[in-house]
C-alpha cells in the first residue's frame, strides 16, 4: 500500500473547501428562494392618504385571494375581499365578541347557498386609510374568522387589479357613508 503523499493530502484538503463551499452556496440558494416564496403572502403593501385622496394596495396570497388587517368599530379583523358579497359579513362569534346589534333576520346566499343571517350596521370600517361610516351588513352562520369585505363597503372606491395586486383607491369624499 502507497502512503498518501503531499499532493493527495492537497487534493483531499481542496475537495473538502470545495464541498463545505457547495453545501454553504446551497443554504444560501435554499434560503433566498425560500424567502422569495414567503415574501408573497399577502396583505396591505401600501396605505396613504393626501388630503381627499386615499390609497391601499393590496397584495394577492398565494391562494389567489386578498386578505388585509383592517378594523371593524375599532376592533381588529381579518378581512376577505369579496367582490361578489353584496354587504360586508362577519361570523356570529365576531359579532357577538364586538357587541353587534342582531337585527331582523333576512335570507342571504352564499357560497354554499341560501341561508338565514341577521341585517346590521357597523358604525366604523376602516381598511387601512379608507374608512367608512354606517356600513349595511350581515351577521352570516358558517364563516370564518375572517370577515368578508363587501360591495357595501368596497362600492364607495375604484378597485383596480394591477399584476397580483389590488388598488383601492378614494379620488374625493363620496357623499354617503365617507367617513
Known amino acids: 500500500m502507497d502512503q498518501p503523499g503531499p499532493t493527495d493530502k492537497l487534493h483531499s484538503k481542496t475537495g473538502r473547501r470545495f464541498a463545505w463551499i457547495a453545501v454553504i452556496g446551497m443554504m444560501i440558494g435554499l434560503t433566498a428562494f425560500y424567502q422569495a416564496l414567503t415574501q408573497r403572502s399577502g396583505g396591505i403593501v401600501r396605505s396613504l392618504e393626501d388630503g381627499g385622496h386615499a390609497l391601499v394596495v393590496l397584495q394577492r396570497e398565494r391562494s389567489g385571494h386578498y386578505l388585509a388587517e383592517g378594523q371593524i368599530n375599532g376592533q381588529p379583523v381579518m378581512f376577505l375581499i369579496d367582490t361578489g358579497a353584496t354587504d360586508v359579513a362577519?361570523?356570529?362569534?365576531?359579532?357577538?365578541?364586538?357587541?353587534?346589534?342582531?337585527?331582523?333576520?333576512?335570507?342571504?346566499?352564499?357560497?354554499?347557498?341560501?341561508?338565514?343571517?341577521w341585517a346590521t350596521r357597523l358604525d366604523h370600517v376602516r381598511?387601512?386609510?379608507?374608512?367608512?361610516t354606517n356600513v349595511r351588513a350581515t351577521i352570516?352562520?358558517?364563516?370564518?374568522?375572517?370577515?368578508?369585505?363587501g360591495m357595501s363597503f368596497l362600492k364607495h372606491f375604484n378597485?383596480?387589479?394591477?399584476?397580483?395586486?389590488?388598488?383601492?383607491?378614494?379620488?374625493?369624499?363620496?357623499?354617503?357613508?365617507?367617513?
Open 159 to 179: 378597485l383596480r387589479q394591477e399584476g397580483d395586486q389590488l388598488l383601492i383607491e378614494r379620488a374625493g369624499q363620496d357623499g354617503e357613508g365617507a367617513g
Open 127 to 132: 381598511l387601512g386609510s379608507l374608512e367608512l
Open 140 to 149: 352570516t352562520p358558517g364563516l370564518n374568522d375572517a370577515a368578508l369585505l
Open 90 to 117: 362577519v361570523s356570529e362569534k365576531t359579532a357577538r365578541a364586538m357587541g353587534l346589534d342582531f337585527g331582523p333576520r333576512i335570507r342571504v346566499m352564499t357560497a354554499a347557498g341560501p341561508v338565514s343571517a
